[in-house]
Structure formats: structure tokens, C-alpha cells
Antibody, heavy 119, light 111 residues
Framework: EVQLVQSGAEVKKPGESLKISCKGS????????IGWVRQMPGKGLEWMGIIYPGDSDTRYSPSFQGQVTISADKSISTAYLQWSSLKASDTAMYYC????????????WGQGTLVTVSS | QSALTQPASVSGSPGQSITISCTGT?????????VSWYQQHPGKAPKLMIY???NRPSGVSNRFSGSKSGNTASLTISGLQAEDEADYYC???????????FGGGTKLTVL
């Protein structure tokens, strides 16, 4: 069974750093893209970026380029989303999402990680 | 502002059919058959309902169907059920980015 299991909810202060994770299981982790999707409170879905763990090819949405870092450790089938300095506007639910190479849709989603940034 | 335009809300009674539209441009919806639709219940992760305009993943009810005409894609739900009440998002490949674009989402209310 394919599963994407994300790390738990986080409460942080502005300026702090954070790294959240998404562990894949039940499939070949290196053969699918893993992306991150932001959903701000009461708002829609936004692609942040995506990584292909097989060769670490990483692409970012222009809105998020330079704001976050996406990485993956294929030895433990885990993808990461990282901030060096959080802002209150980073408060959102973050989903990891699996996409097959050459396809344009997400077939599996993680359960989401709620990040709250507040002083 | 989202790249794809969806109505903010639609509603229908149990047993009826509803259609949700998703309007883009020739650079996304109109130019490629790569439109997908996702259902999201409150507090839950999205779920793929339609891919490549009109294909249903295994396990998705055949009450859900997709189509496209020009720059507008549509999701139709027939025989509305209470469990269909959710937010629905369209998504499309776009030539202007390596990542797909989403619509702003449509809240479906089953009366």
C-alpha cells in the first residue's frame, strides 16, 4: 500500500528555522516526483516545488524560489521542506504529494503538516 | 489570484447533477489534455477524482466525469449524494511553468 506519512504539527516563532518531512512507503521512492503543496487557512492549493529523489532534480514555483528548500534522502525514502527564517505568513497546512514522471497529476497525498508561526 | 478560474460555490439537491467549470487559457487548459480534478473534505488531504481531462482513477465512482471544451474544463457529478459535499479543485499542465496550476477551488453544497 502506497503511503506518504508526514511529520507532526509545528508551532514556531517568527525568525526560527524549520524542517518538515514526508516518508514514502509501498513504492519505489526514487521513481516518482515528490512535491510540496501549501494551503493557507481557508484558501486554495499552491504548488511550492518538487523533487525527483532518483537524481535530486528539484524545481520550484517562482513564488517560493529562495523562500524554502526542498530536499530528499533516498536512503530513508523521505522528502523534506525547510525554512531558514519563518514568517507569520508561512502559517499554513503543507501537503506532500506524489507524481509519476511524465504525468501531470498527483495520485497520492500525505496527511498534511500544520505549521503555525506566531510570536 | 489563481491561474485557473472556478466558481466559488455551487449547490444541488441529492440525486441532481451539477457541473463545476474551470477556465484557463490556450497555454494551459485549452492547449493540453492534462486537466485533473481533486476533492477535498474539510480537514482532509485532497483526493484525485479525474486525470487527463476525463479519466477516473480506480475506486472513484462513475458518478464523477470530466470534459473539456476550448479553454474550459468541467467536472460533472451526477446523482448527488451528501458525501459529495466538499471543495473541488481543478489543475492543469501549463507551458509557462514546470509545475501545474490550480484553480481557486469550488465549494459544493448538497442541499
Amino acid at each position: 500500500e502506497v503511503q506518504l506519512v508526514q511529520s507532526g504539527a509545528e508551532v514556531k516563532k517568527p525568525g526560527e528555522s524549520l524542517k518538515i518531512s514526508c516518508k514514502g512507503s509501498g513504492y519505489s521512492f526514487t521513481s516518482y516526483w515528490i512535491g510540496w503543496v501549501r494551503q493557507m487557512p481557508g484558501k486554495g492549493l499552491e504548488w511550492m516545488g518538487i523533487i525527483y529523489p532518483g537524481d535530486s532534480d528539484t524545481r520550484y514555483s517562482p513564488s517560493f524560489q529562495g523562500q524554502v528548500t526542498i530536499s530528499a534522502d533516498k536512503s530513508i525514502s523521505t522528502a523534506y521542506l525547510q525554512w531558514s527564517s519563518l514568517k507569520a505568513s508561512d502559517t499554513a497546512m503543507y501537503y506532500c504529494a506524489r507524481r509519476r514522471d511524465g504525468y501531470n497529476w498527483v495520485d497520492y497525498w500525505g496527511q498534511g503538516t500544520l505549521v503555525t508561526v506566531s510570536s | 489570484q489563481s491561474a485557473l478560474t472556478q466558481p466559488a460555490s455551487v449547490s444541488g439537491s441529492p440525486g441532481q447533477s451539477i457541473t463545476i467549470s474551470c477556465t484557463g487559457t490556450s497555454s494551459d487548459v485549452g492547449g493540453y489534455n492534462y486537466v485533473s480534478w481533486y476533492q477535498q473534505h474539510p480537514g482532509k488531504a485532497p483526493k484525485l477524482m479525474i486525470y487527463d481531462v476525463s479519466n477516473r482513477p480506480s475506486g472513484v465512482s462513475n458518478r464523477f466525469s470530466g470534459s473539456k471544451s476550448g479553454n474550459t474544463a468541467s467536472l460533472t457529478i451526477s446523482g448527488l449524494q451528501a458525501e459529495d459535499e466538499a471543495d473541488y479543485y481543478c489543475s492543469s499542465y501549463t507551458s509557462s511553468s514546470t509545475l501545474e496550476v490550480f484553480g481557486g477551488g469550488t465549494k459544493l453544497t448538497v442541499l
